[in-house]
């Protein structure tokens, strides 16, 4: 977990203006002890202290929505996975005394019980107490559906924290179960304050970027601010990152009388104690509030771009140590010893083959002036090119296969390229060995191809580059222009690319798998970030 994501437990409360400028600004959690002490439905709606009989007198008739889990006592968001149900508010109450009568009879609480009683209806319908009912997001106040405000009679027991005393809140909430209850793994649209009146919740919390380890489900569903992995036995195989999702989480656990800040997009989980009852402020965060909406299109390009670029930024990075490592050691070692194997002689051997037109035109051979690590990482690259070329006539011996470059014309039937589709560098030999060179090296070790070896380039370019190849390769490039004078960049790339029968091809197919390399990075943000996914359908919670 990033430490500059830590979650504070502040003592005092926070003035307004402390709160907006310090806390709910940097988008990050935070727990305020001992809030809500003071509301009057912190005494008043106690269970322990006649508070299910005060719920009773006050808002008994009411009717309220409760969720009917399948899956109790975990209750997921996914539509398919529950039901919503209407009863009178009394009806719950009865299931709450009950279960209280079933758990607690020895503990003091059921003299309580018994001293009121249980009669009538409500007395029936506990017999069953059904632990899969929770009430959920049942509401109090509601800007947007007035009529659909279920329990406004309770809202004189509350009392708004100062610190949002300038928000322009969207809805205050009631959260009540009977019984033990889990809720599934999902983020809000709006900023949150999570108030607990009695009992006891545990909340893990992730930031938005953990998003992937999260799996949320496709963003046009119903419940896409839900995660698909499954609380009870998650399906690994499924989704292989949630292994991780306890690395960048965070817990918190609230008592009566505490509050928790959850700012919009944190993803959040809830462990509810047997009957424990909060409250929750929702409203519009000033980032949303002030998001023009003519200008969503551009935001949202902005930042799936971004996304993107971070993307392709961990798939470069995150190389295999083993093989990254092992060939960085390689590198090492032929410094340490200031000479290449014997590999580098048949280099220099082939290139004194070389057609003699060719070395004419060019006037240089580079091959004896190159450092060792580059003599290594020339053959490397060779040699990877003629293993992907089927030679007609195989008679002919390997070695001159592979270094001859006269005998790897791309042109001609007589040969097949394998054309690499990769988009992970560690599964990219070529990608890593042009990962592992200093910028000047690599341009020492294209010069020499293209001056020795024009055919085995174009080869390397037009047929074995594959999408991250093309990345680093560009950006090597990059790397590599910083470094040098401008009369030194223009001379590299004239002959680099004048290498080719046409460069203007080897531009396009260099261009083409920079730009499949970034389609794959958007295809993973679409799934990760956007439960997207284009190949192939998306399995949902059961």
Known sequence: MDESLRIQRLQQIPSSVEFESLIESTNIPAVFTGCVKDWKAFSKW?????????????????IVEAMLSRSAPVFYGDLRSHERVLFPFSTFIGYC???IRNTDCGRGVCSELEGHGLTGPDAEDAEDAPEQIYLAQVPIMNVDNKEKVQLETLREDIEMPEFLERKVLASINLWMNNA???SSTHYDPHHNLLCIVAGC???VLWPPSASPMLYPLPIYGEASNHSSVALENPDFSTYPRAKRAMEYSQKVVLHAGDALFIPEGWFHQVDSDDLTIAINFWWQSNMMSSMAEHMDAYYLRRILRRLADKEMDQVLHKTSSTGMG??????CELHSNGKADHRGDDLDQACEKTDSKEKEVHQRNLLPELEPIAVQMLHELVSLVHEHVNICDQSQPVQSTLINDSA??????CKKIVTANLFNLEDDPVAKILWTLQPSTLQHVFLAIAYNFPRTLEALILHLLSPVGAEVLTQKFDEMDQQITE??????YQVFYGAFDDKFIAMEAIL???????LQAFNNVLDKYLGVNLDRPRPGVK
């Open 201 to 203: 919740k545990q909340v």
């Open 46 to 62: 106690n269970p322990s202290n006649g508070g299910l009989d005060y719920f009773e007198e006050r808002a008994g008739s009411c």
């Open 487 to 492: 009369d030194d960049r223009n001379k590299f």
């Open 408 to 413: 790897a014309r791309v042109e001609g039937e």
């Open 326 to 331: 092992e060939m960085k050691r390689n590198i």
């Open 97 to 99: 005394k009950q279960r």
């Open 512 to 518: 083409n798998g920079k730009e499949s390399f970034a």
């Open 180 to 182: 033990q209850a889990r």
